[in-house]
């Protein structure tokens, strides 16, 4: 039997999803352990992490040096036997680091997280930031800011949020070779030592996790003191980006990356599963209407995207794309052009179903794994929201009418309330 390609498959919308729970243990220390024990493979994830990103910080580019020396040596070891003390237990470690939080990541074979955890106890409570290393990390970061500083797109980005926040907002800061010239070990070890060493922390435990793990983790991270008073940090995003146009010419290059948008709301806000589904529409995925008019139809740009990014205290919606020059203004028009259509148009009911079906397919696809499942818990966690949040998720989004996509335009997509930045040139 041949298959007759010209008739679509027959498929299910996906209506419901349960995340698993987590299990959730209380070290001795009174912090708090989340488990997430599912998976086929003997395999962990353990995260620790610390409220200690930009936010947190009185010297610009302090926290990130701060998490990212943490295993550059401790008491007693070098960088180097750092690296394999680690590696000949099969695991891999990540630093990371956001404007909100900072974080110690370690994946290991179940077996040997009790031989990891005194190794990442180590991490947090000696770390010594050498001179050596923090001087050769800050010429590699220098460097490779000077390479991002060469691209439209890192430039258009960067001034985007700066336009949004302000330069003096954690949310709108970005490192400058002279800041970061400027930055003296002293500040990244005190940085170190009230938000890292002496810092509270969330861990959280995914994988093949049995009850001897979470002793393990009580026996050496269960232990360790902190100061629960961080103090309070306070930041306002300004509204003066409204209407404004920044350009940042760049007379070399043969292309101009484009960033429109303005300051919108988190996962908090009762609008928040509407605009979701209202920017999808709009430039959320490969089949949305930017895509098909400004790429598909209009052959300006090879992709185009919309996206609402959440942070902790914050949010804000985002239009990007790179076009040559001379269709700057050309792909800036059509964009509004779709956005007026949103605020004036009802949206079809077989593309609106066809938007909603797509996202809970993309949500559903997207909790294969323990490591996966435990980053959409991860995210109640941290953020304070209810438990039944994600298992809403694909409620929430089938329950958006083609009116809410029109209020939701009318209310959050208004050009005059955006910013536009332009790098390259028009």
Not at 148 to 176: C, D, I, M, V, W
Not at 198 to 224: C, P, S
Request: glycine share 6%.
């Amino acid at each position: 039997m041949s298959l007759d390609r010209t008739i679509a498959p027959d498929f299910k919308i996906i209506q419901t999803v349960n995340l698993p729970e987590p299990q959730t243990h209380t070290l001795d220390n009174g912090i708090a352990l989340h488990v997430i024990n599912i998976g086929e493979q003997p395999v962990v994830r353990l995260e620790c992490i610390f409220e200690a990103g930009n936010w947190y910080e009185t010297e610009t580019a302090a926290s990130y040096f701060a998490v990212k020396m943490l295993t550059e040596g401790v008491e007693g070891i070098t960088s180097q036997e750092i690296s394999e003390a680690f590696d000949q237990l099969g695991a891999f470690t990540e630093l990371t680091h956001t404007s909100d939080r900072v974080g110690i990541v370690v994946y290991c074979l179940s077996r040997f997280l009790p031989e990891v955890l005194p190794l990442v106890q180590k991490l947090i409570r000696s770390a010594t930031f050498p001179e050596k290393e923090f001087q050769e990390l800050k010429n590699i970061t220098v460097q490779n800011l000077k390479v991002n500083r060469e691209k439209t797109a890192y430039l258009a980005t960067t001034e985007f949020r700066e336009r949004l926040f302000g330069a003096g907002h954690p949310y709108g800061q970005s490192q400058s070779t002279e800041e970061i010239d400027a930055l003296e070990i002293a500040a990244v070890k005190a940085h170190y030592e009230r938000f890292i060493r002496n810092g509270k922390f969330t861990a959280v435990l995914a994988g093949q996790v049995t009850d001897a793990d979470v002793q393990h983790v009580n026996a050496t991270l269960g232990q360790n003191s902190f100061d629960a008073a961080l103090g309070e940090f306070s930041f306002h995003a300004s509204e003066a980006y409204h209407g404004d146009e920044q350009i940042v010419e760049r007379p070399e290059s043969v292309q101009s990356s484009i960033r429109m948008g303005r300051v919108l709301f988190n996962r908090h806000h009762p609008d928040y599963f509407k605009m979701l589904v209202t920017n999808e529409i709009l430039g959320g995925y490969f089949g949305s209407r930017l895509m098909k008019n400004i790429r598909e139809e209009k052959g300006l740009t090879y992709g185009i995207s919309s996206h609402m990014v959440t942070l902790r205290h914050e949010g804000y919606l985002m239009i990007g794309t790179d076009v040559k020059k001379e269709f700057t203004q050309q792909t800036i028009d059509e964009i509004k052009k779709e956005i007026h259509r949103l605020q004036t148009e009802l949206v079809g009911a077989e593309e609106l179903q066809t938007v909603k079906s797509f996202m809970a397919g993309e949500f559903a696809g997207s909790l294969n794994t323990a490591f996966e499942v435990a980053d959409r818990r991860k995210i109640l966690l941290l953020d304070s929201l209810p438990a039944n949040f994600f298992n809403q998720y694909i409620d929430r989004v089938h329950a958006t009418t083609a009116e809410d996509v029109l209020e939701m335009a009318q209310n959050y997509l208004r050009p005059e309330d955006m910013v536009t930045v332009i790098a390259g040139g028009k």
